[in-house]
């Protein structure tokens, strides 16, 4: 599975951005979906997920009600729609895919295929 991820920039506090992860490859072994960030000073940490069917959906507590994740099955992509954006957002997100497992995992050791980051800065 190689996952290509993009939609990342420079936006005022308040604004949006959408995040976009392409997937491909054998995405029948995709189980789940999820959205991590790093900063340099803070390991990775779970943004949101949401399983392949697009059945169930998880989040951050910092990010909920702000963030949206949602998935496309005809373009086997995943998105994460970002508003109200805060300084404290300004991180590298990454995408990354989960092979079938008994539940959605938050934790980024349990994830199984990464993209590269994308930038995503909040300026205050």
């Known amino acids: 599975v190689q996952l290509q991820a993009s939609g990342g920039g420079l936006v005022q506090t308040g604004g949006s951005l959408r995040l976009s992860c392409a997937a491909s490859?054998?995405?029948?072994?995709?189980?789940?979906m999820g959205w991590f960030r790093q900063t340099p000073q803070k390991e990775r940490e779970f943004v949101a997920a949401i399983t392949w069917s697009g059945g169930s959906k998880y989040y951050s507590d910092f990010v909920k009600g702000r963030f949206t994740i949602s998935r496309d099955d005809a373009k086997n992509a995943v998105y994460l729609q970002m508003d109200t954006l805060k300084p404290e957002d300004t991180s590298v997100y990454y995408c990354?895919?989960?092979?079938?497992?008994?539940?959605?995992?938050?934790?980024?050791?349990?994830?199984?295929?990464w993209g590269q980051g994308t930038l995503v800065t909040v300026s205050s």
């Open positions: 490859g054998r995405t029948s072994s995709i189980f789940a």
């Open positions: 990354a895919a989960q092979r079938p497992g008994p539940i959605i995992a938050t934790v980024s050791g349990r994830y199984n295929y």
